[in-house]
T-cell receptor, first 113, second 112 residues
């Protein structure tokens, strides 16, 4: 199947700083990428849908000014958590769609101290 | 009522057993159905994808969809300890930009 990479795999940052997470589709072009958040023992929560070259569509309740998404090319989308706080600590997973199938990255564990 | 219902388990089975994982859904607009496997602290891995009622087989895995009952299943034959993971059902409506709705996931443990 298609491969999606994510970097970094884990990051620890101090409260108030910003963190950028990269998502790349390695062997296919993804016109649509998705960003999810997952809390322990809970399912994936969609944060936003990102289309190449256009603004991301955020789900209700997700602060667009806090979670900045950029989808600059068909193989790269970035999520920047601005002014991170401890409650932003979570597992962030990106996903890229190839035709009708959707593939996930390995996830990024963010810990805000 | 959630759009997708899935028993979180945990489900424990002996090695070699046939595992049956299930989800029900309420939105008849869902036409594409997926099963993902997620190991602890990893991203979900696509196992099966189908868009029609009936069975689809891939190795030890069989995905079954019954649109009339709004019920999907994943069967794992000859289960192995390496199958121990959380299995998420997922589904979406037609259209390239339609978002995927996930079940909560069923945690499976295959005991050697």
């Amino acid at each position: 199947g298609a491969v999606v990479s994510q970097h970094p795999s884990r990051v620890i940052c101090k409260s108030g700083t910003s963190v950028k997470i990269e998502c790349r589709s390695l062997d296919f072009q993804a016109t649509t990428m998705f960003w999810y958040r997952q809390f322990p023992k809970q399912s994936l929560m969609l944060m936003a849908t990102s289309n190449e070259g256009s603004k991301a569509t955020y789900e209700q309740g997700v602060e667009k000014d806090k979670f900045l998404i950029n989808h600059a090319s068909l193989t790269l989308s970035t999520l920047t958590v601005t002014s991170a706080h401890p409650e932003d600590s979570s597992f962030y997973i990106c996903s890229a769609r190839e035709d009708t199938e959707q593939y996930f990255g390995p996830g990024t564990r963010l810990t805000v101290t | 009522q959630k759009e997708v219902e899935q028993d979180p388990g945990p489900l424990s089975v002996p090695e070699g057993a046939i595992v049956s994982l299930n989800c029900t859904y309420s939105n008849s607009a869902f036409q594409y159905f997926m099963w993902y496997r997620q190991y602890s602290r990893k991203g979900p891995e696509l196992l099966m994808y189908t868009y029609s009622s009936g069975n689809k087989e891939d190795g030890r895995f069989t995905a079954q969809v019954d649109k009339s009952s709004k019920y999907i299943s994943l069967f794992i034959r000859d289960s192995q300890p390496s199958d121990s993971a959380t299995y998420l059902c997922a589904m979406r409506r037609p259209g390239g930009y339609q978002k995927v709705t996930f079940g909560i996931g069923t945690k499976l443990q295959v005991i050697p």
